[in-house]
C-alpha cells in the first residue's frame, strides 16, 4: 500500500534513482547484514529530505536515516520502513580554522581533508568508520578524543510537519545545545536530522597531523579485527571494567555460531567471517552477555543500534 503511495508522491525522485523498494539492506552496513527496506531513498537536497520527512510523518510512515550503516545491525527480515540515506550529502568546506562537513561525509574523508588544510584536532576520528550526521548523533569518540571537543555548530532538521515547509527548514544548533554525554546527544533524545557540522580545528603542520594519524591507523589494525565486516565496538564499556577483557576471561575468544564470531584479535568486536546472519549476531551477543554475568555480576549493554525484529 505504502509503496503504490510513495510511488505517486515520489516519482520525480524514483525517475533520479533516489528512491527505489526492496533495497537490501546488506549492501548498505558495515556488517554486510540485513534484509530488505520497504523504501530506500538516497535524497540529494534538503527540499527533497524535508519532502520526503514531512511525507513519513502526515502519513505515519516509519522512518529510519542513515550515514554509513556502521554501527547497526538489521534484522534478516529487513525493515518495514523508509530509509533515508544521507550519502549524496558530501560538501566539505574551510572558513579560516572552521571546517564544514555536510552529513554524509565520511570521518576519514573529514579527517583527511583537515590534514590537507593544515589543521588538527580530528585525528582521533580517522579510522571511526561512520559518517559526520552519525558522529553527531552519537558524538563518536576514539583514543581519548570525542566528536564534543571539536563540534562548533551544526544545521539540523527537526522532523514534525510544521517544520518541514519550504525549501531550508533548518535549525541551528550551537555546540552547547547539542546535549553531548557518552555515545549520546540531544539529536538523539529529540529526533533532530544533522544535515551539516562545522568543526573548530587548530593550525598545525600538515605532516605532523598525518603522522599522528598513520600511528592511529596502526594502533587499530594492530588491535582490532579490521579485515572483517563488523559493527564495531559490540557493547559499553561497563564502569570499572574493560568489556574485551571480561569476554577474554570468560573463554569467548572466537566463540561462533554460523558465521558470527567473536573476534579472536579484539573480544569486544563480533565479526561476520562469511554470511553471518543478524540471528546468529543476535545469539553471539546474548550468550556472551550472559556468560559475562554469570561469572562476574557485569551486564553489557550493546553500543550498537538494534533495527527490525531481532
Not at 505515519?60 to 550519502?87: C, F, H, Q, T, W
Not at 546535549?179 to 587548530?202: C, E
Request: with cysteine.
Amino acid at each position: 500500500m505504502i509503496k503504490n503511495i510513495m510511488r505517486k508522491e515520489f516519482g520525480e525522485l524514483i525517475d533520479k534513482g533516489e528512491l527505489v523498494f526492496d533495497e537490501l539492506m546488506a549492501g548498505h552496513t558495515s556488517f554486510k547484514i540485513g534484509g530488505p527496506a520497504e523504501a530506500f531513498a538516497c535524497p540529494s537536497s534538503i527540499r527533497d529530505l524535508a519532502w520526503l520527512l514531512r511525507f513519513c510523518l502526515e502519513h505515519e510512515v516509519p522512518y529510519m536515516m542513515l550515514g554509513k550503516g556502521s554501527n547497526l545491525l538489521v534484522s534478516d527480515e529487513g525493515i518495514r520502513a523508509v530509509v533515508i540515506s544521507m550519502e549524496r550529502f558530501t560538501s566539505i568546506t574551510r572558513d579560516e580554522n572552521y571546517v564544514s562537513a555536510f552529513a554524509g561525509v565520511s570521518l576519514r574523508e573529514l579527517c583527511e581533508y583537515a590534514q590537507k588544510e593544515g589543521l588538527a584536532g580530528l585525528e582521533f576520528a580517522c579510522g571511526i568508520p561512520g559518517s559526520v550526521g552519525g558522529a553527531v548523533f552519537m558524538n563518536a569518540g576514539a583514543y581519548g578524543g570525542e566528536i564534543k571537543d571539536v563540534l562548533y555548530c551544526s544545521k539540523c532538521l527537526i522532523p514534525e510537519a510544521g517544520k518541514l515547509q519550504g525549501d531550508y527548514p533548518v535549525k541551528h544548533l550551537k555546540a552547547a545545545e547539542h546535549g553531548f554525554g557518552y555515545r549520546s546527544s540531544a539529536l538523539q533524545k529529540q529526533g533532530m536530522i544533522a544535515i551539516s557540522s562545522v568543526f573548530k580545528l587548530i593550525a598545525d603542520d600538515p605532516q605532523s597531523i598525518l603522522e599522528r594519524m598513520q600511528d592511529l591507523d596502526r594502533q587499530r589494525w594492530d588491535k582490532q579485527p579490521m579485515d572483517l565486516p563488523s559493527a564495531g565496538s559490540v557493547f559499553k564499556r561497563p564502569e570499572g571494567h574493560y568489556t574485551g577483557k571480561l569476554v577474554d576471561d570468560c573463554g569467548l575468544r572466537g566463540y561462533r555460531i554460523g558465521d558470527a564470531m567473536v573476534s579472536d584479535k579484539h573480544c569486544g568486536f563480533i565479526v561476520n567471517v562469511g554470511a553471518a546472519t543478524a540471528k546468529e549476531v543476535m545469539q553471539v551477543i546474548r550468550h556472551v552477555q550472559d556468560t559475562v554475568f554469570l561469572r562476574y555480576g557485569v551486564q553489557l549493554e550493546t553500543e550498537i543500534r538494534m533495527i527490525g525484529k531481532l
